[in-house]
């Protein structure tokens, strides 16, 4: 067998994604603590509620969903889809929802339908990893906008609009992965606002918003949208099973209906078996119970975390977010998060330096650490080891 | 509500599907008899045994495939899928093949892995309309390469390999979509050979070899590739449930690492539920089975079908294939099947033109006709509704 060389197409340039996959490959190491994915635990997934549900579609419906379906989605899951989605502040008809094959899905959808070579997209810096390779295999001109610890800046984002004339606003607005920051309640208006005045769509990725440990909820961005300009991203990964592959992308029916050309060309459609389960687990409102549980569950990890990081040495920074499944830490006098993550893997503890989550200005002495996957003592006692090496390391 | 103008991508310019969409939207009417799809027949869906299938795996390994899962594939499928490959003529190992949503994803990632706007990819014409939908939305320059009554020709390809410095050849070796026909087997090895003399990678699109009805069969060109130039995509949509989205894609394992991450970027991973329910129906030994009983099935149909076509009109030719899913028609005096659809579609019965199918030369006076989803007698009826009208038909 010879070697071939391919003729890659010039977006495969640089792309490696080789870090973090390094990363994830130490997590199947026996006893490794992981701070580093974005994973449910294991505990918040109900096999046997699945399972029953699973066996319940399938004797309703089994032909169908066995059967070719629609590009635009399974009909009842479009409908419950409508129905659930007001909590987020907004009411799409059954024309503005498409399922999709994980929310990712719907990124790579929309960076199809708009984004050129060259064409400017903004994104929060840091910002969701998954979605900066996303835009890097449609060339964009990814271009950062300054936050603060009530996200972006209205401001910096009005002027990014006017100066780069971008395609799009990548945004995640609660409980943003990886800072765990949420974006407050009067910029969300604001924001919309701008996307109609300047004709760019926002992009709404809005995984996390069910996960809401503290504080009263809020409108999404979409929920202020007037004229269509909002495109909203919501995913049954975080509650219901990342497995499943279901999410959906709620935006103005004429941008729908290009979206469904252009999935038609990538997967025809989703896993109608897939978006079966989760249209019935809708459908029997197993969600807020299910969502109460999880809740709980992922406050008293939270709680721990944030615990464990008081005891961290001075200098050390992090965010206290109200929900989702991240906290993002700046280490003391400038340390290196990578160095730290080398010697914490040899120590049995896995977390993602925060570089990568940076489109350009990447702070080295960031990490991203999630607390959803460990129960409470195994959080302890995974931070006990990173401050221990923290004190160790040369500042 | 506005009417957002979104500034869309190039890629997007001319860009419809709404042709065909407007066909498929006929078959929901009742009594509507339907040569139009590529369906499988609903008696050949097996609810009952994927209900089973679908609620042992839950209960083996229900936490894993409710968790996020390896781009790469759920590791069992991936076992499975080398044994169940040997009878396509290669025997890859597990780094050589990648579970995807739906062999359609498998043309989207190859061409997001290889193909700059402007290369050129070669075609066989006419060909599946989904793979020119999703070259077009890669802004290919999509070059037809002409084929014989044995499928496409060996000097043909070589030339135009050499004049137009290719990136890709998509090609439906066996049973072809639109046309039934099967690529000689002595044409196989030739073409493998060339892929590797011109670097250029095969794109071997093969999901109807298992609906073979007559013949022996023969290795795919997969199974004449020493260098790793030609990468395979199969599928199970046709044999066990399109619903599910579940295909495979096999080649050299450094473009299927470069394949994983560009899935990472547009699905993360296909759905493990249906992964999970692929592999435990091969390991069960259940497609032989549900093969035979299926290529009965169909063979019964097809038959049905050319008998109907023998007593159409003098000047009518038709292709009489081996097996797959459908027999391409010429009307005899050059007469218009978009015309003939119009008037058919009134007496509740449809068909694709065929002119859907070509990248350029398009032959009005052709047609497609699917015979797995309707029944002998339903085939019958249809086709004599379609022969009474070429009767009336203006030659």
Not at 344 to 354: D, Y
Request: glycine fraction near 8%; proline fraction near 7%.
């Amino acid at each position: 067998m010879s070697n071939p060389q391919f003729p890659f197409a010039a977006r495969m340039d640089g792309l490696s994604g080789s870090a973090i996959r390094e990363i994830f490959k130490l997590l199947r190491l026996p006893g490794m603590i992981s701070f580093a994915g974005g994973n449910p635990a294991p505990e918040a997934l109900e096999e046997a509620v699945i399972t029953d549900v699973a066996q319940h579609v399938m004797s309703q419906d089994g032909k169908a969903i066995l059967q070719y379906g629609p590009t635009e989605g399974y009909g009842p899951l479009r409908v419950r889809l409508c129905d659930w989605l007001r909590g987020f502040g907004f009411s799409p008809t059954t024309e503005e929802v498409l399922p999709i094959t994980g929310s990712t899905q719907g990124i790579d959808l929309v960076c199809k339908a708009l984004v050129d070579p060259g064409d400017a997209v903004l994104v929060e810096n840091p910002t969701f990893l998954g979605a900066l390779q996303t835009l890097r295999l449609y060339q964009a001109n990814i271009v950062p906008v300054v936050s603060d610890e009530n996200g972006i800046i209205v401001q910096a984002l009005e002027e990014a609009m006017r100066k780069y004339r971008p395609k799009l606003l990548y945004i995640i607005p609660t409980f943003q992965n990886p800072t765990g920051v949420t974006l407050a309640e009067d910029r969300r208006a604001p924001i919309a606002a701008l996307a109609e005045k300047y004709g760019v769509l926002v992009l709404e990725d809005d995984p996390y918003r069910d996960l809401r440990y503290a504080g009263r909820p809020m409108p999404a961005i979409k929920g202020y949208d007037q004229a269509g300009w909002v495109a909203h991203l919501s995913s049954f990964s975080k509650t219901i099973a990342p497995g499943l592959r279901c999410g959906a992308l709620s935006a103005d029916e004429g941008l729908i209906r290009k979206l469904a050309i252009c999935k038609q060309s990538v997967d025809v459609h989703t896993s109608t078996l897939t978006q079966a389960v989760v249209s019935e687990y809708l459908a029997r409102r197993l969600l807020p119970g299910h969502l109460a549980d999880i809740r709980k569950l992922y406050a008293a990890r939270l709680a721990a975390m944030l615990e464990a990081l008081a005891a961290w040495p001075e200098g050390t920074r992090y965010t206290t977010p109200l929900g989702g499944l991240f906290v993002w830490v700046r280490l003391p006098g400038g340390m290196d998060a990578s160095e730290l993550l080398s010697r914490a893997v040899e120590k049995g503890v896995a977390f993602v330096p925060g570089s990568h989550f940076y489109c350009q200005d990447a702070q080295a002495d960031t990490l991203r650490l999630n607390f959803s996957n460990s129960e409470p003592d195994k959080i302890r006692r995974g931070m006990a080891v990173l401050q221990e090496l923290i004190r160790e390391m040369p500042g």
